[in-house]
């Protein structure tokens, strides 16, 4: 573990994943990447009206989103004798199902736009992280594998918020 002296800053990407359906359930067995590296951006649409003129009058924004991607190393237990794993790397290596759910926690609490705490699902932020597609999982002979998860959240719709 790292010790920090002088000034603070943000460290490491600690944080554990739960991986839910798009029907809110929790995925059974599903195990937290070993995770690298991450990013979070915050976004909306806007739509602008000009006057008769040309000229910019007014703006308007909507459909507020944040987007991160985590780029991760899948992990399971130690082989044992028979290099055979009861925490397989490739349930860490799961891709939700398009539309599945992730809670995120342990990351630190950083407020974008209107979440208290962008990254982190808790009773005060209980809009989950929504896989929309677009991860990858890659890997080649001489290295370990990566798994890269785009995820999006939005702050009007709540957990397991699905259409029945």
């Known amino acids: 573990m790292a010790t920090q002296t002088g000034?603070?800053?943000?460290?490491?990407v600690p944080a554990v994943f739960v991986m839910n359906s798009a029907s809110g359930s929790a995925v059974t067995g599903y195990v937290t990447p070993n995770i690298q590296s991450g990013g979070i951006t915050h976004g909306l649409e806007s739509s602008k009206i000009k006057s008769t003129t040309?000229?910019?009058?007014?703006?308007?924004?909507h459909g507020e989103m944040l987007e991160c991607t985590f780029d991760c190393?899948?992990?399971g237990s130690v082989l044992d004798v028979n290099f055979?794993?009861?925490g397989s790397p490739s349930i860490s290596a799961r891709l939700p199902v398009v539309g599945g759910q992730v809670q995120i926690t342990g990351l630190p609490i950083i407020?974008?736009?209107s979440f208290t705490d962008a990254f982190n699902t808790n009773a005060t932020n209980v809009q989950r992280w929504v896989y929309e597609g677009g991860g990858s999982i890659k890997g080649?002979?001489?290295?370990h594998w990566t798994m890269t998860l785009?995820?999006?959240?939005y702050p009007s719709i709540a957990a397991a918020?699905?259409?029945?």
Do not use: N, Q
């Open 84 to 86: 055979a794993t009861t």
């Open 73 to 75: 190393i899948p992990e």
């Open 111 to 113: 407020p974008i736009g």
């Open 161 to 164: 918020a699905v259409a029945t």
């Open 140 to 143: 080649d002979s001489g290295s």
């Open 7 to 12: 000034l603070t800053h943000l460290y490491g």
């Open 150 to 153: 785009p995820l999006k959240r």
């Open 54 to 61: 040309g000229e910019y009058v007014g703006i308007i924004l």
